[in-house]
């Protein structure tokens, strides 16, 4: 048996492992999501999008719960308090059986809601949405409680195996998808497999932190309030930034849900969910900001503060603003050969919209994981729920007379504001950087340098239109190159020139050495 004392791999394996998981995650998505559609259909398909927003809110009932058990585990294991750390975990165990419980009442009252005219299911489709509602909050009390086991194991440092359990628990999921779904089972049997999932990845979890942490023990007793408030004292500004989020993600589908047919949602969550799988490159990114932020402020450097932020953005925008571009030029021919000619227009004008939030989120969530950094997120609040508000009142306003097409537009409009004014404005404040300076060094100079690369993609798309997706994606392959050439020239100083081709030289006699 392994014992607490050994040591975690290093930062480098844990960084490439999240990328892996990331990676493989997409890859899988990319490849089921026009099986899943083309099975089920537009309707039911619909429906099981809705369904997903309206359960994934269950979500919330984390309350920051597993992020303040990682940071409190990695800080009671390193310093051998383990008495500590088990009553933490007792702790956390207690507070996540409460909110599984609690998952599974509010999801029979989601099963009642549907059964109403409030959400527009075909009637058809009610009774199996009700019991599928059920097995989702079961779902989540599972994922919840599974959920504390991988927040041990991230305290632990152990990325490796958390991630690679994500791996293996996505690929037995997407095997068992498409033996149901080609089987002829429906939507009931997709949530079996749902939840199968998140217990197969609770029942690891708690095996994995048994062999790494054996003096991790379960107590018994009264509640431990005082551990219950360390808990949420740190996990409550966290929540309630996961529960803007979270909500931002899931209110457009319900929107949809309640103002259209739930075919309509088929289309919205086909372009939506690309968007989300930018977005979460850019913050695969803009999460090492936080800690670099947060060492540079105890070491009371904020010129580099405000350097480290600038480079953040300028790295994330270089990564992201490529997609962007792609999504903006050429995403209804892109949704047109991955999901078929039928959802070209609709969706891909959807993603054409979505894409301009992407243009600035480079800059914004930097700017955010640099609020983080400093502490000062409890100010956020406000503002990201806010954000939330406005895209839902602007939502239900513009679907009613631009259907799909309004909601993409409801959720840019209040995204431009905070990426381009609010987040800025934050950033100035908290660590001094000058709007002027991050405006042009996150927005303008990345956008200058991108110009080469959309007007290639633009020729390619005009002239030489793919027929099939590794065309396709050949085709973006051969003109990436010049986003690169553009940030190299636009975006790097002279210095930073030299500096990148010293380092890309030195790697390269150290390759040439070995292999001597």
């Known amino acids: 048996m392994k014992s607490s004392g050994e040591r975690s791999p290093g930062l480098a394996r844990n960084i490439l492992s999240n990328w892996g998981a990331f990676a493989f995650t997409a890859v899988v998505s990319f490849v089921l999501s026009p099986f899943i559609v083309r099975s089920l259909g537009d309707s039911r398909y619909g429906v099981w999008v809705l369904l997903t927003s309206l359960v ?3 979500g919330l009932l984390d309350l920051g719960v597993r992020s303040a058990v990682s940071r409190y585990i990695a800080r009671y294991h ?43 299911v075909p009637p058809e489709y009610v009774r199996i949405a009700q019991i599928i509602a059920v097995l989702g ?44 779904l080609k089987a002829g089972y429906g939507l009931i049997a997709l949530s079996l497999v749902q939840l199968a999932a998140s217990a197969l990845r609770g029942s690891v979890s708690v095996y994995l932190c048994r062999r790494l942490y054996v003096e991790l023990k379960l107590l018994a007793g009264a509640w431990d309030w005082e551990m219950v408030r360390l808990i949420f004292s740190y996990g409550i500004a966290a929540a309630l930034l996961n529960a803007a989020a979270t909500l931002m993600v899931s209110s457009s589908s319900l929107v949809l849900g309640v103002l259209l047919p739930a075919s309509m949602i088929t289309f919205w969550g086909i372009a939506a969910n690309l968007n989300e799988y930018a977005r979460s490159v850019v913050s695969g990114i803009s999460y090492t900001v936080t800690p670099r932020i947060s060492a540079l402020q105890a070491k009371g450097s904020p010129t580099d503060m405000q350097n480290a932020v600038m480079t953040g953005s300028r790295l994330t925008a270089f990564v992201v603003l490529p997609i962007a571009a792609t999504f903006l030029l050429r995403g209804p021919s892109f949704i047109g050969l991955w999901m078929g000619p039928q959802y070209a ?23 955010a994981a640099a609020i983080l950094g400093v502490a000062k ?38 995204r431009l504001i905070m990426s381009m004014i609010v987040g800025p404005w934050f950033v100035r404040r908290e660590i001094g950087l000058p709007l002027r300076t991050f405006w042009v060094g996150a ?15 633009y020729a390619v798309e005009r002239f030489w239109p793919a027929t099939h997706l590794a065309i396709y994606f050949a085709q973006v392959g051969l003109v990436l190159p010049l986003a690169a050439i553009g940030f190299w020239v636009v975006c790097l100083s002279p210095a930073e020139r030299d500096s990148l081709s010293g380092r890309v030289l030195a790697f390269s006699r150290r390759r040439m050495a070995r292999q001597a």
């Open 137 to 180: 909050g079961l779902t989540m009390a599972v994922t919840l409680v599974g959920g504390l086991y991988g927040g041990i194991l991230i305290g632990l440092e152990r990325f490796d195996l958390a991630n690679g359990l994500e791996v293996l628990v996505g690929a037995l999921r997407a095997v068992a998808i498409v033996v149901v």
């Open 56 to 58: 994934g809110n269950l």
């Open 443 to 457: 927005l303008v100079l990345p956008t200058v340098a991108m110009v080469p690369f959309a007007i290639a993609s």
């Open 78 to 120: 390193a310093s051998g308090e383990h008495e500590t750390a088990s009553r933490l975990y007792t702790a956390g165990l207690r507070i996540f059986g409460l909110a599984g419980a609690l998952s599974i009442l509010l999801s029979v009252g989601m099963a009642v809601l549907l059964g109403t005219t409030l959400f527009k």
């Open 345 to 367: 227009d609709l969706s891909g004008r959807v993603l054409q919209i979505l894409a301009l939030t992407l243009w600035p989120i480079a800059g914004y969530q930097v700017a």
């Open 377 to 414: 997120q409890r100010r956020m609040i406000p503002i990201f729920f806010g954000e939330a508000a406005v895209n839902v009142v602007l939502s239900i306003f513009l679907v009613r007379t631009y259907g799909v097409v309004g909601t993409a537009v409801g959720t840019l409009i209040p």
